[in-house]
């Protein structure tokens, strides 16, 4: 898990099918050691791990990413960078159809739809 080694939350709000946040993330954390020595940036499976956990959260199931319809990662995110996560999802096929984007002050930075699955 990575919520609150790697990355914290501030502004949360939640709603019956969605949840939208300021994504910190943890400067100091080791991952950035090596994802890349003297210019660390977010990796690109951590911020669909993030996307995995919240939507677990929210929904109080453990899950498992079966589809990918698109995954798009816009711009690089550095660590000092706090995107708006957005996520929203329906029920559908017995999982979760979800939809989540990261923003920073001024465009989508990452975008993506998956089928979540409970396991």
């Not at 914290?8 to 939640?14: F, G, I, S």
């Not at 300021?22 to 951590?46: L, M, T």
């Not at 990662?73 to 999802?89: N, T």
Request: hydrophobic content about 45%.
């Amino acid at each position: 898990m990575l919520k609150n080694s790697f990355y914290t939350l501030q502004d949360e709000v939640a709603g019956a099918d969605s949840f939208t946040a300021k994504a910190v993330y943890n400067a100091g954390h080791e991952i950035f050691s090596g994802h890349f020595p003297g210019q660390p940036v977010v990796p690109g499976v951590c911020t669909m791990q993030m996307i995995k956990e919240l939507v677990e959260e929210q929904t109080g199931k453990k899950l498992l990413l079966q589809s990918t319809g698109q995954v798009k990662f816009l711009q690089l995110v550095l660590p000092d960078v706090q995107p708006l996560v957005s996520i929203s999802w329906k029920e559908a096929d017995g999982g979760y159809m979800v939809t989540a984007s990261l923003k920073n002050d001024i465009a989508d930075v990452f975008k993506m739809t998956g089928l979540f699955m409970p396991v």
